[in-house]
C-alpha cells in the first residue's frame, strides 16, 4: 500500500525533521534513528554541517536559468544532493526503502542503499528511472 505524502512548509531545517519524526515516529524508532554510536560525535558533526550552508538572497537577479545539474558517476542528476544509505526505512514508511526509491527517481537524485535496508537491492533499483544507485556494505569479521 502507498501513500503519498506532501510537502510539509513548516520543515526548514534539520532540527524541524527531528521534532516531526518524534511526533510521527514511535518513540523506539524515533531514538533508533536519532541514536548514534559513542558519544554522537558523527551525528552532531553531521547537524552542524547542514546548519553551515545558508542562502544569501540575490535580490533583483535573473535566476530563470539556473542549472544545479551535475554529473555522478557518468549520470546527469537534479543537482548535488542524494540519499544517503541507512538502515530500516521501513520503520518510518511502510514502503520503506521502495518510497525513498521512488523520491529519488521522481526528482532525479542518487540513492545510497545501505547494507540493513528493510527492501531488496533489486526492487529498489527497480524504482529507478536513470537516475544512480550505491550500495554501502558492511564487512562482518569473526571474532
Known sequence: M?????????ILSIVDIV?????????VYNDYFNGGADAMITSRDNVDAFTRYKLRPRVLRDVSNADLTTNIFGNKVAGPIGFAPAAAHRLAHPDGE???SRAAAA???PMGLSSW???SLEDVAAQGKGN????QVTFFKDL
Not at 2 to 10: A, E, F, G, M, V
Not at 19 to 27: A, D, L, T, W
Open 2 to 10: 502507498s501513500r503519498h505524502y506532501s510537502r510539509d512548509p513548516s
Open 19 to 27: 521534532e516531526q519524526g518524534s511526533i510521527r515516529v514511535p518513540k
Open 98 to 100: 521502495l518510497a525513498t
Open 107 to 109: 526528482n532525479n537524485i
Open 117 to 119: 535496508a528493510s527492501e
Open 132 to 135: 544512480p544507485y550505491m550500495m
